[in-house]
């Protein structure tokens, strides 16, 4: 299948679906998330696979068993491309649209400690700090789970104390509901925003391990 854009239907699944979270809604209308969400969310994914790998193209199901909101579909697509633990690049549609994203979006453990060890280093630590910098200037909001202290075992004058606070470390942009999201052109969107963030999935396929 071609990738032609995410119809107008698409966006308007999700609109409904926050307000009619239920299984009757699903049943009436899952028609239109197989044609209008998941088949052009495969088809975007294919045609980066060459260039950036598979992408997993997540299910539409939400796990409620531990949750308190027990509401059972998720109101967003997702795929996702991993180059290495819990780290790779996203693209996503829902109601308000279509965005993108790269980065590291879980560590713990083993995964952290070595991220916060590469941080802490001045030549990798330096050279995050320049790929996060230039991602902002070309418009990426940097964003990532946060300590409000200082990590344990380092210091609170460490010159990267800002970088060694996040658990995790995300670029991302919001394409919305751009009148190109409908159209083939949002998958030159996707590459180039996916180019542009290559070295920031490069460095973290690089020294986040475990």
Known sequence: ??????????????????????????????HVYAESVRAPMVALTDALAA??????????????????????????????????PASGWYVEVAAPGVRVGGGVYEASGERLA?????????KAGSALERILRDLERSGFEISGQRLKTVPRGYDKDHPR???????TVLAGRSYGFEPFVHTPELLDRVRQDWRRMR????????????
């Open 114 to 122: 070595a991220l916060r060890e590469a941080m802490a280093d001045d």
């Open 1 to 30: 299948m071609e990738f032609t854009g995410f119809p107008t239907a698409a966006l308007d699944f999700y609109d409904d679906l926050e307000v009619d979270n239920t299984k009757s809604f699903w049943e009436a209308h899952k």
């Open 51 to 84: 260039e950036f790998g598979t992408a997993k193209v997540f299910r539409p199901y939400r796990d409620v068993r531990f949750a308190k909101d027990k509401t059972p579909y998720k109101t967003h697509q997702g795929a996702f491309v991993a180059v290495g």
């Open 199 to 210: 070295p920031l999935v490069n460095w973290l396929a690089e020294h986040v391990t475990g």
């Open 161 to 167: 104390i800002e970088l060694l606070r996040m658990r």
